[in-house]
Nanobody
Framework: QVQLVESGGGSVSSGGSLRLSCEAS?????MGWFRQAPGKEREAIAA???????FYADSVKGRFTISRHYAKNTVYLQMDKLKPEDTAMFYC???????????????????WGQGTQVTVSS
């Protein structure tokens, strides 16, 4: 069983930046970031697989960047120009398969991290 460990969450003012990290304990291919605010469904943010193709939700394009260090088996989410509506619990997800042509649905991913809280104040 692959374990995913997220880090990097915290509190920041509107317009600020945070960088999330997610380290996997074993082989992964498609890795993604999701977020969930209280009372809302889990929302796809970004994904990347070993083809280095990246996928983004429209709500974060131009502000968030997903990247990956393959030797460290770690995926990152650089979040810039943060807004109060970005406040949520952020989760890392991974699977052995390719992402193919989009961010897969949450139910598709096999492995999940415990989540890291991001709070953006106005």
């Amino acid at each position: 069983q692959v374990q995913l460990v997220e880090s990097g969450g915290g509190s920041v003012s509107s317009g600020g930046s945070l960088r999330l990290s997610c380290e996997a304990s074993g082989y992964t291919n498609c890795m993604g970031w999701f977020r969930q605010a209280p009372g809302k469904e889990r929302e796809a943010i970004a994904a990347v697989d070993r083809s280095r193709t990246t996928f983004y939700a429209d709500s974060v394009k131009g502000r968030f960047t997903i990247s990956r260090h393959y030797a460290k088996n770690t995926v990152y989410l650089q979040m810039d120009k943060l807004k109060p509506e970005d406040t949520a619990m952020f989760y890392c997800a991974a699977d052995r398969s390719w992402c193919w042509d989009k961010i897969p649905a949450p139910t598709w991913f096999t492995h999940w991290g415990q989540g890291t809280q991001v709070t953006v104040s106005s």
